[in-house]
């Protein structure tokens, strides 16, 4: 492990994400230009496609200080403690493989975060799109109230949340709350902040931060 504390550590933990992972690497590279006080984690869960073929040939050429880590239980929360425990920032954030960040979303969420020390994560608005005619069914159900309720995906307002997406979290919250649960398949980030509201950290959400969302192409 490197002995250097960064700024910010970004974190995709991935599995056959081929379509997308390029995008998304290219997404974030734009939130750091003229700014190298930052890392890239891609944490495999054994993808058996393309994804670290095209993630590698991608960023030999780039002058990013990144790491490739294996993840071989393969879900979500065993990715990001993976992810965690080997970072170097002083803020982590971790956006889905299949999902861009738009322009100033990391800039703005870290000016947020050193400006209010109450605040443990701060996350913004999901724009919804699809690839594929029946993807497109899937991403009018995840934009509609109806289908999704208040969140992130139909809320453009900004102020205090129950849960952020592609949170950007102080690295030192997990030092008190612990890692996301492994034994959870699904909801583990709802049990860390939980556990985050608990410990008295509070969430954000930032309207001017945007980011896209792929949806899935099936049920």
């Known amino acids: 492990t490197q002995n250097f ?6 974190l995709i933990v991935v599995r056959n994400e081929e379509k997308y992972i390029i995008n998304c690497i290219k997404s974030i590279e734009l939130q750091f230009e ?10 495999d869960g054994e993808s058996y496609d393309k994804t670290l073929y095209y993630a590698r040939n991608y960023l030999k050429n780039k002058n990013i200080k990144y790491k490739i880590l294996n993840n071989p239980n393969k879900t979500l929360a ?4 993976i992810g965690i425990i080997n970072s170097n ?25 050193d400006s209010n020390n109450d605040i443990a994560a701060v996350g913004g608005r999901l724009i919804t799109k699809s690839k594929t005619r029946f993807g497109n069914v ?24 129950d849960t952020v ?6 690295k030192q919250i997990f030092n008190k709350v612990g890692l996301f649960d492994e034994s959870l ?34 049920l």
């Not at 065993?78 to 403690?81: L, S």
């Not at 159900?141 to 999704?148: C, E, M, W």
């Open 5 to 10: 504390i960064m700024k910010i550590s970004v």
């Open 34 to 43: 003229n700014n190298d006080d930052w890392e890239l984690l891609i944490i």
């Open 78 to 81: 065993a990715g990001w403690n």
């Open 89 to 113: 920032g002083e803020y982590i954030i971790r956006p889905d493989a299949h999902s861009e960040l738009i322009e100033n979303y990391i800039k703005i969420g870290i000016n947020i975060l």
């Open 138 to 161: 899937i991403k009018e159900a995840l934009s509609l109230k109806i289908g999704v309720g208040n969140s992130f995906r139909t809320s453009q307002k900004s102020g205090y949340t």
């Open 165 to 170: 997406v592609y949170g950007i979290y102080r």
């Open 185 to 218: 398949i699904r909801h583990q980030d709802n049990d860390l902040h939980k556990r985050i509201k608990d410990y008295g950290g509070k969430f954000w959400q930032e309207s001017s931060m945007k980011a896209i969302y792929y949806c899935r192409e099936s």
